[in-house]
């Protein structure tokens, strides 16, 4: 698959306190920021009538051993960690992707961002990928709402947010493609049950 802006996407989720924290490492003593940034299994609303969910075949086993940046806000500016440089560790279990991420304390930004994620402010967690759209199923429900699945994402940047939100622009693209498949599948389904009726007849 080639690597385009046009296949990039980005997901968002609120994490709790929980699950998502900054904390302290009482064996070194250093800064962490720390938690699932993706949740496999989950369904997500994305927005409207359309759900998602990751399913954990869509990360690769060897997450940990790829390139991964972490990031505040999607920012590649403001960098807070990345796994080739030892400064961030992904790992993939059961339950999702697990990030830690290293904080530099001498960068005020990054210190800045922890204080922020430890007193509350900021408590969401999203990451980035790129994503062959051929690889998402879509199923269209009873209820009218649309739930897709991604099933393949290459997961290039693990991000600290300050608000769990999609861009319009991509909102706008993704309603467009998927009422495209909604339509098709509809139009499939009126085709097979006009021949059915015709079969019928017979």
């Known amino acids: 698959m080639t690597k385009t802006a046009t296949n990039a996407e980005q997901r968002t989720m609120i994490t709790s306190n929980a699950n998502f924290r900054a904390a302290t490492d009482e064996a070194d003593g250093k800064k962490y920021l720390q938690g699932y940034f993706i ?3 989950e369904e997500t609303n994305l927005y409207g009538n359309i ?3 990751i399913s954990p075949n869509a990360v690769d086993d060897d997450i940990a051993d790829k390139d991964v940046l972490a990031l505040f806000d999607h920012d590649s500016a403001k960098v807070l960690g990345r ?3 030892g400064t961030l560790t992904v790992k993939k279990d059961k339950e999702g ?3 830690r991420v290293l904080i530099n304390e001498n960068d005020p930004e990054a210190l ?3 204080a922020k994620v430890q007193r509350g402010d900021v408590r969401s967690a999203s990451f980035g990928f790129f994503m062959d759209p ?3 199923k879509v199923e ?3 209820d009218g709402t649309l739930h897709t699945v991604v099933t393949q994402a290459d997961v290039y940047e693990i991000s600290v947010v300050t608000f769990p939100a999609y861009p319009t622009t991509e909102i706008t693209a993704r309603k467009r493609s998927l ?3 909604a339509k098709d599948r509809f139009d499939t389904r009126k085709q097979q049950l006009i021949e059915r009726i015709k079969g019928g007849k017979h």
């Open 140 to 142: 269209s429900r009873d």
């Open 83 to 85: 796994t080739k440089a």
């Open 179 to 181: 009422a495209i498949l």
């Open 51 to 53: 759900f998602e969910t």
């Open 39 to 41: 949740r496999f299994n």
């Open 97 to 99: 992707v697990f990030g």
């Open 112 to 114: 800045s961002i922890y």
């Open 134 to 136: 051929d690889t998402q």
